[in-house]
């Protein structure tokens, strides 16, 4: 199976893809990810790409098409979670391309709905393992000791520099301009469902669940 989790920044498409690969042995391919890992190769594209980054703005169309048909060619696992990507209607049309030509296809595409109100208190509180990539926030989710993750017990805790209020509202704003028009894209291929981000941590897991069953 294959799907595509899609919603503004602070949504939850990270923790809820991280949820869907121990529960299901999916494979996130998280966009933002793999160009954080690029951005500190000390490359002069890296260089490039974390300016862009740290502004808020989207990289080019070519570079996260690129990554990703990278990952699609040795993919491995029950299936792929597309977290972060497409975010423009260009790359989600390369990833119909590339699906057809590995012979996948997509299976469901799932809209995490959140309010703009809760995305700034969500967003600038955030803070991450930096060796187990689990999700901490400073007032609803704090780690039991300051400084270490409940996880793991790494010490290596990190805030991402486009977690602050002004780049987030950079972030949104692409998300309306740029990624928006995907929803009408999906619902026009019969494959968008609705889910309320603004629940419980697993009642949306249990309903991004159920919602997988019946597709
Ligand atoms: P994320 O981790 O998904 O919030 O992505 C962090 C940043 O990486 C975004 O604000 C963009 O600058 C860049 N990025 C990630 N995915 C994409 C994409 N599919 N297209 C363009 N830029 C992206």
């Known amino acids: ?31 933002g990810d793999m160009l954080r890992a ?5 490359t002069e594209m890296g260089q490039r790409v974390a300016e862009v980054m740290e502004r808020g703005e989207l990289v080019t169309d070519e570079i996260v098409i690129g990554l990703i048909e990278e990952r699609l060619d040795s993919l491995e696992g029950t299936g792929a979670i597309f977290d972060g990507f497409p975010r423009t209607l260009p790359q989600a049309a390369a990833l119909d391309r590339l699906m057809a030509k590995t012979g996948r296809s997509l299976d469901a595409v ?11 208190e ?16 400073d007032r609803t989710r704090p780690t039991a000791q300051p400084g270490i993750c409940d996880a793991c017990g790494s010490t290596n805790l990190q805030r991402r520099a486009d977690d602050t ?3 987030l509202r950079r972030r949104l704003m692409e998300y309306y301009k740029q990624t928006a028009p995907l ?11 609705r889910v309320n981000g603004l629940a419980d941590m697993d009642t949306v897991s249990d309903v991004i669940a159920s919602t997988l069953a019946q597709v």
Not at 11 to 22: C, D, E, Y
Not at 23 to 29: E, K, N, T
Not at 110 to 120: A, G, H, K, S, T
């Open 38 to 42: 690029a951005r500190t190769s000390g």
């Open 183 to 193: 929803l009408g894209y999906y619902f026009a291929h019969d494959k968008l469902h």
């Open 165 to 167: 209020e002004d780049a």
């Open 122 to 137: 969500r967003i600038t509180g955030r803070y991450t393992c930096g060796d187990c990539g689990e999700v901490w926030h």
């Open 1 to 31: 199976m294959n799907i595509i989790l899609i919603g503004p920044p602070g949504a939850g498409k990270g923790t809820q893809a991280k949820r869907l690969v121990s529960a299901r042995g999916m494979v996130q391919l998280s966009t």
């Open 110 to 120: 799932i809209e995490m709905q959140v309010d703009d109100e809760v995305l700034v």
